[in-house]
């Protein structure tokens, strides 16, 4: 059941690929101006020395300390505009001064069931907009950026309009009515199935029409299947509300179907925001974006407003698609748009789209109702990009901003939508692996976009107990993905009515338990050492806004979702393990103006493919489907020299949506046609992958032998390969070879840039296998490192003219002030194989044994509720310790949260003379801590690793060694706030131990 007037082009026409095009191209200057921030100001010169050293590759020279426009974000909850002037300007402080760079302000607070006086200081009252304007200022004068959350919570609503309203989101609900054969019914047009909500007081019916159930079938289960061929269409034949309807004698059941369109009533969640309250818009519509557009001109962006936006930068934002009906998501125009976009008419198929509850209620007898869902949700995509995306996009960069979205949340092109947008942005929260934020990923290269944001630390049921190494050990594995940019899910305005200690938190309690994401800021006892946290952070990310995203293979979906779970092809199982990195397409994306193969690359002047691999549809049983503008598209790519790798049996391709008569055959030709290229190989299942690649002799740019949880990035900027490797096990240890590919010519030196420290050292052992740095990477889980490839003489301030070593019989090697140091635990002759061939050898003397560090004072910092629920109240007091444990275990500290200072004294004998230095092994550490060695505090720790380099620091004699360690909050709460928190089970506080020093021996390799 095809028709002919679907277009020849497949389902999304040239006009509007060309449209999209052009969009693409456009952004292309604001994304260049995001990496010119964040890459720095200046021609990025190193600054010399160990720390922010870095040559001439432009943007190393930043790297120990980022511009503010890399740090980290946070989302900022407010409850309305109930907020104090002076504490707004305060929380902006508190954020910059602990090394965030920005802030979203956003009117949530889901856990206040007090009402808060939205008609006074809800979102978009005077009062809300001149605190929007104090914070604007403050952050104007730290360098804060400032994002502007679109309407009150998600998703995105305004005041002005009811669920009747034209603009508003709407939704078809249906009314089924099962008539036996033979039988007549003469009554009202059935209602619907699903009762409108409160507010929607109006509905116009859209359609009337009986079915033929199919046999076997039944009316009372779902879904109902029907004889397509039998559908008639009866509006005409309604008069006054009423139908008559008689079913033919012979066959089974039938049944009388009708279809109202009415608004779906939904609303922002949390509120109410306003008064009147707010309805969510029609986001398919430009009525429903305009009246969005029109409420935000006519309140919120006063000319001052604009002013201080301008002077600020940052994005509109506008949170996940989560439109929720009970009943089918529609638009008025949903008729006329799809007749216009798919060539065939909806409304004699609707059935095959109808929900309840979200189910489909019907099914058709020759099985195309899929086909037709596919090209529902795909105009729905369409419509979403062009009334909506777009529209505001316009519309927030008219007065000098951007558009940040996150762009999935139904059955929608996520991945062009990210391609489109100034800032797309996934969630840890919600997504449910690394090939959700690979598909986002794979959009925004598409489109030339540098930022793929990410809604960070949200953890169900987390509130007041979230560790900080599980924040990271969950985060970091994620930029890996494609993500380089956190906004934390978020810092918490200070109180409300009725908040208990210790204040206001958007989400906590909810639904009576402690709720999900954290509540950052000074009421965390880890807060003083968050900015050795978020200064990590800015590094990783600067370091990942630099240059150009290359990635090894484009993996082709056939519908964009995102948010799926849904991984690639052998390369997420078994690909991935060895070192393949791989991001997602969707067929809109393959037109964009980055979307050209040259020297075989697909994308070069972006992600830089080295292939493109598909399959069949995984959201249709992997059936072998391609739209037919796809299907061209792929083979222009293969006779411009593209390797690309087919899976499957593709020798009854199919359309994804429905197909005209004589578009299968056209279809077919075309793939026959693609697989019989010469850069073409079709394998016959997903283990065959790696058969296909090694045939089109395809590396991959970093390789190891075995298996690991290794993840990397890998960036290119002139002169430079930037890589980003991290553990992403959770338990794990990364210990193994590890070959890198350089992208241009030329010897290069590979260096480690630390994100902890901001130091960059020449690495000190490695050799070069075949045109690539073959080099040891070993990691904790978690734990991650950057490794750079420059060209040589780019970092000579660094390096001067040592040698490296090929290998050492010592436990480790490194630079020590240009020449090679290796150390060992042990005494003896160690011999080191130099570049070139040399070997050297160097004696290490006696190294004293491991030290258990067992005799400890504790001093804790308890924090407790103050005067007001937003005060805390801190005592200091001396614990006795008989020996390291849990706080839990130690009497009087059982529900205590807050800091404790441990210090631990200890004797060293003549033997610590000379080259002797040490580790401290901590052992087990909850949560965040610090280090100080006789008086001096360490630098930044990694808060992954709780075994500390101390140096030399040691000496002979009396020496103090201080470990400070900050807890969450969750121990007192169980206490103080039972009803909320006392279900949760106590958590392992302070330092746990064993800790040891273990010492280590030093000596230098003779020079060359």
Same mark, same amino acid.
């Given at each position: 059941?095809?028709?002919?007037?679907?277009?020849?082009?497949?389902?999304?026409?040239?006009?509007?690929?060309?449209?999209?095009?052009?969009?693409?191209?456009?952004?292309?200057?604001?994304?260049?101006?995001?990496?010119?921030?964040?890459?720095?100001?200046?021609?990025?010169?190193?600054?010399?020395?160990?720390?922010?050293?870095?040559?001439?590759?432009?943007?190393?020279?930043?790297?120990?300390?980022?511009?503010?426009?890399?740090?980290?974000?946070?989302?900022?909850?407010?409850?309305?505009?109930?907020? @104090?002037?002076?504490? &707004?300007?305060?929380?902006?402080?508190?954020?910059?001064?602990?090394?965030?760079?920005?802030?979203?302000?956003?009117?949530?607070?889901?856990?206040?069931?007090?009402? !808060?006086?939205?008609?006074?200081?809800?979102?978009?009252?005077?009062?809300?907009?001149?605190?929007?304007?104090?914070?604007?200022?403050?952050?104007?004068?730290?360098?804060?950026?400032?994002?502007?959350?679109?309407?009150?919570?998600?998703?995105?609503?305004?005041?002005?309009?009811?669920?009747?309203?034209?603009?508003?989101?709407?939704?078809?609900?249906?009314?089924?009515?099962?008539?036996?054969?033979?039988?007549?019914?003469?009554?009202?047009?059935?209602?619907?199935?699903?009762?409108?909500?409160?507010?929607?007081?109006?509905?116009?019916?859209?359609?009337?029409?009986?079915?033929?159930?199919?046999?076997?079938?039944?009316?009372?289960?779902?879904?109902?299947?029907?004889?397509?061929?039998?559908?008639?269409?009866?509006?005409?034949?309604?008069?006054?509300?009423?139908?008559?309807?008689?079913?033919?004698?012979?066959?089974?059941?039938?049944?009388?179907?009708?279809?109202?369109?009415?608004?779906?009533?939904?609303?922002?969640?949390?509120?109410?925001?306003?008064?009147?309250?707010?309805?969510?818009?029609?986001?398919?519509?430009?009525?429903?974006?305009?009246?969005?557009?029109?409420?935000?001109?006519?309140?919120?962006?006063?000319?001052?407003?604009?002013?201080?936006?301008?002077?600020?930068?940052?994005? &509109?934002?506008?949170?996940?698609?989560?439109?929720?009906?009970?009943?089918?998501?529609?638009?008025?125009?949903?008729?006329?748009?799809?007749?216009?976009?798919?060539?065939?008419?909806?409304?004699?198929? $609707?059935?095959?789209?109808?929900?309840?509850?979200?189910?489909?209620?019907?099914?058709?007898?020759?099985?195309?109702?899929?086909?037709?869902?596919? @090209?529902?949700?795909?105009?729905?995509?369409?419509?979403?990009?062009?009334?909506?995306?777009?529209?505001?996009?316009?519309?927030?960069?008219?007065?000098?901003?951007?558009?940040?979205?996150?762009?999935?949340?139904?059955?929608?092109?996520?991945?062009?939508?990210?391609?489109?947008?100034?800032?797309?942005?996934?969630?840890?929260?919600?997504?449910?692996?690394?090939?959700?934020?690979?598909?986002?990923?794979?959009?925004?290269?598409?489109?030339?976009?540098?930022?793929?944001? *990410?809604?960070?630390?949200?953890?169900?049921?987390?509130?007041?107990?979230?560790?900080?190494?599980?924040?990271?050990?969950?985060?970091?594995?994620?930029?890996?993905?494609?993500? *380089?940019?956190?906004?934390?899910?978020?810092?918490?305005?200070?109180?409300?009515? +009725?908040?208990?200690?210790?204040?206001?938190?958007?989400?906590?309690?909810? +639904?009576?338990?402690?709720?999900?994401?954290?509540?950052?800021?000074?009421?965390?006892? #880890?807060?003083?050492?968050?900015?050795?946290?978020?200064?990590? $952070?800015? /590094?990783?990310?600067?370091?990942?806004?630099?240059?150009?995203?290359?990635?090894?293979?484009?993996?082709?979906?056939?519908?964009?979702?995102?948010?799926?779970?849904?991984?690639?092809?052998?390369?997420?199982?078994?690909?991935?393990?060895?070192?393949?990195?791989?991001?997602?397409?969707?067929?809109?994306?393959?037109?964009?103006?980055?979307?050209?193969?040259?020297?075989?690359?697909?994308?070069?002047?972006?992600? +830089?493919?080295?292939?493109? %691999?598909?399959?069949?549809?995984?959201?249709?049983?992997?059936? =072998?489907?391609?739209?037919?503008?796809?299907?061209?598209?792929?083979?222009?790519?293969?006779?411009?020299?593209?390797?690309?790798?087919?899976?499957?049996?593709?020798?009854?391709?199919?359309?994804?949506?429905?197909?005209?008569?004589?578009?299968?055959?056209?279809?077919?030709?075309?793939?026959?046609?693609?697989?019989?290229? =010469?850069?073409?190989?079709?394998?016959?299942?997903? =283990? +065959?992958?790696?058969?296909?690649?090694?045939?089109?002799?395809?590396? /991959?740019?970093?390789?190891?032998?075995?298996?690991?949880?290794?993840?990397?990035?890998?960036?290119?900027?002139?002169?430079?390969?930037?890589?980003?490797?991290?553990?992403?096990?959770?338990?794990?240890?990364?210990?193994?070879?590890?070959?890198?590919?350089?992208?241009?010519?030329?010897?290069?030196?590979?260096?480690? $840039?630390?994100?902890?420290?901001?130091? &960059?050292?020449?690495?000190?052992?490695?050799?070069?296998?075949?045109?690539?740095?073959?080099?040891?990477?070993?990691?904790?889980?978690?734990?991650?490192?950057?490794?750079?490839?420059?060209?040589?003489?780019?970092?000579?301030?660094?390096?001067?003219?040592? #040698?490296?070593?090929?290998?050492?019989?010592?436990?480790?090697?490194?630079?020590?002030?240009?020449?090679?140091?290796?150390?060992?635990?042990?005494?003896?002759?160690?011999?080191?194989?130099?570049?070139?061939?040399?070997?050297?050898?160097?004696?290490?003397?006696?190294?004293?044994?491991?030290?258990?560090?067992?005799?400890?004072?504790?001093? %804790?910092?308890?924090?407790?509720?103050?005067?007001?629920?937003?005060?805390?109240?801190?005592?200091?007091?001396?614990?006795?310790?008989?020996?390291?444990?849990?706080?839990?275990?130690?009497?009087?500290?059982?529900?205590?949260?807050?800091?404790?200072?441990?210090?631990?004294?200890?004797?060293?004998?003549?033997?610590?003379?000379?080259?002797?230095?040490?580790?401290?092994?901590?052992?087990?550490?909850?949560?965040?801590?610090?280090?100080?060695?006789?008086?001096? =505090?360490?630098?930044?720790?990694?808060?992954?690793?709780?075994?500390?380099?101390?140096?030399?620091?040691?000496?002979?004699?009396?020496?103090?060694?201080?470990?400070?360690?900050?807890? #969450? !909050?969750?121990?007192?709460?169980?206490?103080?706030?039972?009803?909320?928190?006392?279900?949760?089970?106590?958590?392992?506080?302070?330092?746990?131990?064993?800790?040891?020093?273990?010492?280590?021996?030093?000596?230098?390799?003779?020079?060359?």
């Amino acid at each position: 059941m095809s028709d002919p007037r679907t277009p020849s082009v497949g389902e999304l026409s040239r006009r509007r690929l060309l449209q999209l095009g052009a969009v693409a191209a456009g952004a292309g200057a604001l994304a260049s101006a995001e990496g010119a921030a964040a890459q720095g100001k200046g021609n990025g010169l190193g600054q010399g020395g160990r720390a922010g050293g870095g040559g001439n590759v432009p943007g190393i020279g930043r790297f120990a300390a980022p511009d503010r426009a890399v740090q980290p974000r946070f989302r900022w909850w407010w409850p309305h505009g109930m907020v @104090d002037h002076a504490e &707004i300007a305060r929380e902006i402080d508190q954020i910059a001064d602990a090394g965030f760079g920005g802030v979203e302000i956003a009117d949530v607070h889901h856990s206040v069931k007090t009402p !808060l006086d939205p008609a006074g200081t809800g979102w978009g009252t005077p009062t809300w907009v001149a605190a929007v304007e104090v914070a604007l200022k403050q952050a104007r004068k730290r360098g804060v950026i400032v994002d502007m959350t679109l309407g009150p919570s998600w998703p995105a609503s305004t005041p002005t309009i009811t669920p009747d309203s034209d603009a508003a989101v709407k939704e078809v609900a249906h009314g089924l009515q099962p008539l036996a054969a033979g039988t007549t019914y003469d009554g009202a047009v059935p209602e619907p199935v699903v009762a409108p909500h409160g507010a929607a007081t109006r509905k116009q019916l859209l359609r009337v029409e009986a079915a033929q159930v199919m046999a076997g079938r039944e009316t009372t289960r779902r879904p109902i299947g029907i004889v397509r061929d039998s559908l008639v269409d009866l509006t005409d034949t309604v008069r006054d509300g009423r139908i008559a309807f008689t079913a033919p004698a012979a066959g089974t059941q039938w049944v009388l179907i009708s279809y109202w369109e009415r608004g779906s009533g939904q609303q922002p969640e949390g509120g109410p925001h306003t008064e009147p309250e707010s309805y969510v818009i029609d986001h398919f519509s430009a009525a429903g974006t305009q009246t969005m557009i029109d409420f935000c001109e006519r309140t919120l962006l006063t000319r001052e407003v604009r002013r201080l936006l301008r002077d600020v930068g940052g994005t &509109i934002f506008e949170d996940s698609i989560e439109m929720e009906t009970d009943a089918t998501l529609w638009t008025p125009r949903m008729a006329q748009e799809f007749a216009a976009f798919k060539g065939y008419e909806l409304m004699p198929v $609707l059935a095959a789209v109808v929900e309840q509850d979200e189910k489909y209620v019907f099914d058709f007898d020759d099985a195309t109702h899929g086909r037709i869902r596919t @090209d529902y949700n795909d105009t729905l995509s369409q419509l979403y990009i062009d009334n909506h995306l777009l529209k505001l996009q316009r519309w927030a960069r008219g007065f000098g901003m951007g558009l940040r979205m996150q762009p999935y949340g139904l059955e929608t092109d996520a991945v062009t939508k990210a391609a489109l947008l100034d800032v797309p942005e996934g969630e840890s929260l919600g997504f449910k692996n690394l090939d959700d934020f690979r598909s986002l990923a794979g959009g925004r290269d598409a489109g030339g976009r540098l930022v793929l944001s *990410n809604e960070a630390g949200g953890l169900a049921g987390g509130a007041y107990s979230t560790a900080w190494d599980v924040t990271l050990k969950r985060l970091m594995p994620q930029y890996a993905a494609g993500m *380089n940019q956190a906004v934390f899910h978020g810092f918490a305005y200070r109180d409300v009515p +009725n908040v208990r200690w210790p204040g206001f938190a958007a989400f906590s309690p909810y +639904n009576g338990g402690p709720g999900y994401g954290e509540a950052w800021g000074p009421r965390q006892p #880890t807060w003083g050492h968050v900015p050795d946290i978020s200064a990590y $952070l800015a /590094r990783v990310q600067h370091i990942l806004q630099l240059g150009r995203h290359q990635v090894d293979v484009a993996f082709l979906r056939q519908k964009g979702y995102a948010g799926s779970g849904f991984g690639a092809a052998w390369f997420t199982s078994d690909g991935g393990p060895i070192g393949w990195t791989h991001n997602f397409l969707s067929p809109r994306t393959l037109h964009l103006p980055l979307m050209r193969v040259r020297g075989g690359r697909l994308a070069p002047d972006g992600a +830089n493919y080295k292939v493109l %691999v598909f399959e069949g549809d995984a959201f249709a049983g992997r059936e =072998p489907a391609l739209q037919l503008d796809t299907a061209e598209r792929l083979l222009s790519f293969a006779q411009a020299g593209l390797p690309i790798v087919v899976v499957g049996d593709w020798s009854r391709p199919v359309t994804p949506g429905l197909a005209r008569s004589g578009q299968l055959a056209q279809l077919k030709s075309l793939v026959d046609e693609l697989l019989a290229q =010469p850069t073409v190989r079709n394998v016959a299942d997903r =283990p +065959n992958i790696p058969e296909g690649l090694a045939s089109l002799g395809i590396p /991959r740019d970093v390789e190891h032998a075995e298996r690991s949880p290794l993840l990397h990035d890998h960036r290119v900027l002139p002169g430079a390969d930037l890589y980003y490797l991290v553990n992403g096990h959770a338990s794990t240890l990364v210990d193994h070879d590890v070959t890198f590919a350089p992208s241009g010519r030329g010897d290069v030196t590979p260096f480690l $840039l630390d994100a902890w420290t901001g130091e &960059i050292a020449p690495v000190a052992e490695w050799e070069e296998v075949g045109g690539r740095i073959r080099m040891r990477v070993r990691l904790k889980p978690g734990q991650t490192t950057i490794v750079a490839l420059a060209r040589r003489g780019w970092w000579q301030e660094l390096l001067g003219s040592a #040698t490296h070593a090929t290998a050492t019989e010592a436990d480790e090697i490194r630079f020590a002030d240009r020449r090679l140091e290796i150390r060992s635990a042990q005494a003896g002759s160690y011999a080191t194989t130099l570049a070139g061939g040399r070997t050297v050898r160097a004696a290490i003397g006696p190294v004293p044994a491991p030290i258990a560090l067992e005799s400890w004072s504790l001093e %804790v910092e308890d924090w407790q509720p103050g005067r007001k629920p937003y005060e805390t109240s801190r005592t200091r007091r001396k614990v006795p310790l008989s020996a390291l444990a849990p706080w839990t275990a130690i009497p009087g500290l059982e529900e205590v949260s807050g800091i404790g200072r441990y210090t631990a004294t200890i004797t060293l004998g003549r033997e610590w003379r000379g080259e002797i230095g040490a580790k401290l092994d901590l052992g087990e550490v909850f949560d965040t801590f610090r280090v100080r060695v006789n008086g001096k =505090p360490l630098g930044p720790l990694d808060q992954v690793d709780t075994v500390v380099d101390l140096g030399d620091r040691l000496k002979p004699g009396r020496n103090t060694i201080e470990v400070e360690v900050a807890t #969450t !909050l969750l121990n007192r709460l169980r206490v103080t706030d039972p009803t909320v928190f006392g279900g949760n089970r106590p958590q392992s506080y302070g330092l746990i131990g064993p800790v040891r020093l273990l010492p280590y021996g030093r000596a230098t390799l003779p020079k060359r």
